[in-house]
């Protein structure tokens, strides 16, 4: 529940968007997050609420991680599984 | 020791780099010339970082890196859990994270409850409890929410929203800079500086660490997950030791900020009240429970219902947690090799203390990552 995952922004209703998480698109709110969020920015995921909005210069060096933490999932590996829950906290797509 | 195979685990971020990084806090222990220096960091994703990436390997011997409370479930205490079994016997639907279904209660554990028919389930977030709450109407339904500020405040914006009728709150969450400030504060701790975490100073920025830093002569250091944010830190604080600078230092400037998320600081303090309370294993921690505040009692389950956890308690408590060191562990005195049931009784499977329970505690990690993950130990 801890962890925060970036995405990128790809829709915006108000204080709902649309966010890809590495080509999974889920929902998340934008109630706690303290700058103005666009698409295309990317944002730090946590349990279903943004919480950052990542400086567009240090994108890279924070997905460079999660990159390859979600490559090779071993089954017992805790990091990527908290990684892939936090993913799963935003509201699936459409509902 | 070769410490080839960790760098070459690190290989995607920057060998080079981390090489240099441990040369460089190899001459900072050096010059401060003693033999034990102890920092601990508060947070449990620090420690999968540091397991996963076999960051301890890279540290000079005499510096120690211990994880002190820095799990919302795990401080969890056996009464909090009681009253979330309590309300699924009651008949409410439960809802939690899935972390905290296997921590121990006084009797029963949420998973307990729900092998015994309860109605617990495990959800993401609570938006996700709003979901369910709106789908099933005729339900009394329970949002058990746990987690530091970071995830209080996602609780309580959701709160401020205005939430289904038939949904309440039960509050579990925790407020992490007062539990710093009492294991700072314990006789005989060896803690000389803290990692503090970075997601929760994205909320309540660094400089709130300012006065403990003064008040505690310690560095405090703020930063991020990633392996080279965390050694990058390392260095920090013990350059900061050396130089006896007790003050706050920002090594994750890219998501944290001296002040901090103001907005959701003031959705945090609109909904909750800090309250002292025991954490599991550590101590009673003023200030470390965040409890709804009495105005938002309609969607608060302590107050919407009577718990009745006395009930509960006709039952003896199991017999091997009294022997978990867990609070020991989380307080930087022990590590998990120092607990007799560790690996034996004490199983990611069967959990005795809630250090093995969820994905963020000490024993767990130690468990998954290979026993000892740090080599000085063995060695
Ligand atoms: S700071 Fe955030 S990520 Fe780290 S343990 Fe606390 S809640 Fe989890
Ligand atoms: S191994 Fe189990 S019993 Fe021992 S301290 Fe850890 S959680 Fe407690």
């Known amino acids: 529940m801890c962890l925060g995952v970036p995405g990128k922004v790809l829709a915006i209703d108000g204080l709902n968007a649309t966010v890809d998480f590495f080509g999974v698109k889920k929902e998340l709110r934008l109630d706690v997050v303290d700058e103005p969020v666009s698409v295309g920015d990317y944002v730090?995921?946590?349990?279903?609420?943004?919480?950052?909005?990542?400086?567009?210069?240090?994108?890279?060096?924070?997905?460079?991680?999660?990159?390859?933490?979600?490559?090779?999932?071993?089954?017992?590996?805790?990091?990527?599984?908290?990684?892939?829950?936090?993913?799963?906290?935003?509201?699936?797509?459409?509902? | 020791m070769t410490s080839d195979p960790l760098l070459a685990q690190l290989k995607f971020r920057d060998p080079q780099k981390a090489r240099a990084l441990a040369a460089a806090l190899q001459r900072e222990v050096d010059a401060i010339g003693r033999d034990e220096i102890t920092v601990m960091h508060v947070c449990g994703s620090h420690e999968q970082s540091i397991a996963r990436f076999g960051i301890r390997a890279l540290l000079p011997r005499q510096l120690s890196l211990i994880m002190g409370p820095g799990c919302p479930v795990c401080v969890t205490d056996a009464p909090e859990i009681d009253e979330g079994v309590a309300l699924a016997r009651q008949g409410c639907r439960v809802l939690t994270y899935g972390d905290m279904l296997k921590v121990p209660g006084t009797v029963q554990s949420l998973g307990d409850a729900q092998a015994d028919g309860g109605k617990v389930d495990v959800v993401y977030g609570v938006e996700q409890a709003?979901?369910?709450?709106?789908?099933?109407?005729?339900?009394?339904?329970?949002?058990?929410?746990?987690?530091?500020?970071?995830?209080?405040?996602?609780?309580?914006?959701?709160?401020?929203?205005?939430?289904?009728?038939?949904?309440?709150?039960?509050?579990?969450?925790?407020?992490?800079?007062?539990?710093?400030?009492?294991?700072?504060?314990?006789?005989?701790?060896?803690?000389?500086?803290?990692?503090?975490?970075?997601?929760?100073?994205?909320?309540?920025?660094?400089?709130?660490?300012?006065?403990?830093?003064?008040?505690?002569?310690?560095?405090?250091?703020?930063?991020?997950?990633?392996?080279?944010?965390?050694?990058?830190?390392?260095?920090?604080?013990?350059?900061?030791?050396?130089?006896?600078?007790?003050?706050?230092?920002?090594?994750?400037?890219?998501?944290?900020?001296?002040?901090?998320?103001?907005?959701?600081?003031?959705?945090?303090?609109?909904?909750f009240e800090p309250v002292g309370g025991q954490w599991r294993g550590i101590a009673v921690i003023p200030d470390g429970n965040l409890r709804l505040k009495p105005e938002f009692a309609a969607v608060d389950a302590r107050r919407r219902f009577r718990i009745d956890v006395k009930g509960l308690w006709d039952y003896a408590p199991r017999q091997l947690a009294d022997r978990c060191i867990c609070g020991e562990i989380m307080a930087g005195f022990k590590s998990p090799k120092d607990c007799p049931l560790f690996g034996k009784e004490c199983l990611p499977e069967s959990p005795v203390g809630a250090c093995m329970v969820s994905s963020e505690g000490t024993c767990k990690i130690w468990h998954q990552y290979g026993g000892v993950p740090d080599l000085k130990e063995v060695g």
Request: a neutral charge.
């Open chain 2, 130 to 271: 709003v979901e369910i709450a709106k789908a099933r109407p005729d339900e009394e339904v329970v949002f058990f929410s746990s987690g530091f500020e970071t995830t209080a405040v996602g609780t309580a914006a959701a709160i401020l929203r205005g939430l289904p009728k038939n949904l309440s709150v039960l509050s579990a969450h925790k407020y992490v800079p007062p539990a710093m400030e009492i294991v700072a504060g314990m006789p005989g701790s060896k803690v000389e500086a803290f990692l503090a975490a970075g997601h929760a100073a994205i909320i309540t920025g660094c400089d709130c660490f300012r006065p403990m830093a003064r008040k505690y002569r310690m560095p405090i250091v703020v930063t991020g997950f990633e392996p080279l944010d965390v050694l990058a830190a390392v260095l920090k604080t013990v350059e900061m030791i050396r130089r006896k600078e007790h003050d706050v230092a920002n090594c994750y400037p890219r998501c944290v900020t001296g002040p901090g998320n103001l907005p959701a600081q003031k959705m945090l303090w609109r909904v």
């Open chain 1, 44 to 95: 730090l995921n946590h349990v279903g609420f943004a919480i950052r909005r990542i400086p567009a210069e240090e994108v890279g060096e924070t997905l460079a991680l999660f990159d390859q933490i979600l490559k090779d999932v071993a089954p017992d590996d805790l990091m990527a599984a908290d990684v892939i829950g936090e993913m799963a906290a935003g509201k699936e797509q459409g509902k």
